[in-house]
């Protein structure tokens, strides 16, 4: 498992099973899927619903990286597995990837990228060279890994980074086997398609994955009888599907499967109610959700240029196509004050309009505030987050109010938190 390739392979290694099952249908060849990558979570996982791979795969600990080219072959095994088992567990993984670690790979302008994501990433700066095994908190990968740049570390991600939205963009809808549409992967979309010669068009208006509500428009030029299938996530509490101001309570977890004979144009109001979800990971530490998306410390940032690591001889680099390293200006060694079985009484939400950019710390659009003191021995070793102290912790310094934002929106982070003992 040591050589550079093996998250890939395991990305790419997820959706053979299904290959089987083409061939050779046996309906345990999900189960086997399913179970790789709940072994995988197991092991290996982390919070924004990928998988240490720093080269290697590497536990746990939320300060070991993953890389992006390993992000964006998972996303394609899932859109591949969710096409030909449509399982919705395959749909929220997708999703919680694509909004959560994918954006946060990429600086805000779409200029920059990492090689290496951390869910603690509280700092992106070089302390030595490949060599110095002391001073890099990666298996193989130089202390320089995440990071923000053109071709930071290695040229791959920055050929396959390109592959992640344009194949999550056309995985959104699926046919049906009974001439049917499904929308299998739920994002703001516009779909014109045939059946026979009837032409039909299916909108979804929407703010997901920022907001409850998706309205879908199907306009259709003649009357025709079909099938229009809704992934509803497995984390929607009481989800409803509304037509014509008949509201209907559907089941989580499934393909809701509307059939009837459309015509003129109809609108469908699904609302899938966020609740906060509290999930414990390492060293005890929490992790705070709400629908698909994952939250963050909204940490103040600093960027400086770093000269490339090799520079051609009398061939000098343009500012703009330097490497950028990253630093904080704001804390972020916080232990959580939270109330883990009712987390509403101590997490407050500020919605905002969403804005052009909102995968960026300035834009994101949902912010949540919740209290916190700091952990003064929870500091950087090896330019990388130390491991979260065990919980519950102990600290008395002062009780502050934090901000947490959409992990997808930040470059600095902190996803993985202790919680400090109560009473």
Known sequence: ??????????????????????????????????????????????????FSGDECLAGKMPSQGTELCAVVEYMYSLEVLLSIFGDTFYGDRLEKIAYNALPAFV????????????????????????????NRIYTNNSPRANSFGLEPQYTCCTANMHQGWPKFASHLWM???????????????????????????IELKTDYPFCEELNFIISIDKTIEFPLMIRIPKWAKEPTVEIKGKKTHVESNSFYSIKRSWSDT??????????????RRYNNSITISRGPLVYSLKIGEEWKKIPPVKEKKNQKVANDYLDSEVYPTTAWNYALDINEKNPTDSITFDIKKLGNVPFSPKGAPIELKVKGRRVPNWKIIKSAAAAPPKSPVHSNESLEELTLIPYGCTNLRVTEFPVLERG
Not at 181 to 199: D, H, Q, R, Y
Not at 266 to 279: A, D, G, R, W
């Open 1 to 50: 498992m040591g050589n550079r390739q093996t998250c890939i392979k395991s990305c790419h290694g997820y959706k053979s099973s299904c290959f089987v099952y083409r061939r050779y249908p046996l309906l345990s060849d999900n189960d086997i899927a399913k179970n790789i990558i709940i072994t995988m979570d197991k092991y290996h996982g982390q919070a924004a619903g990928i």
């Open 107 to 134: 600086s805000p302008d779409m200029w920059t990228h990492q090689y290496d994501q951390q869910a603690n990433q509280v700092i992106c700066c070089e302390t030595g060279d490949i060599n110095d095994t002391d």
């Open 175 to 201: 046919r049906t086997h009974d001439s049917g549409f499904a929308a299998a992967v739920l994002a703001p979309s516009l779909i014109e398609e045939k059946i026979g010669n009837t032409t039909i068009k």
């Open 266 to 279: 109809t609108k469908i109001k699904v609302n899938l109610p966020m609740s906060v979800n509290i999930e």
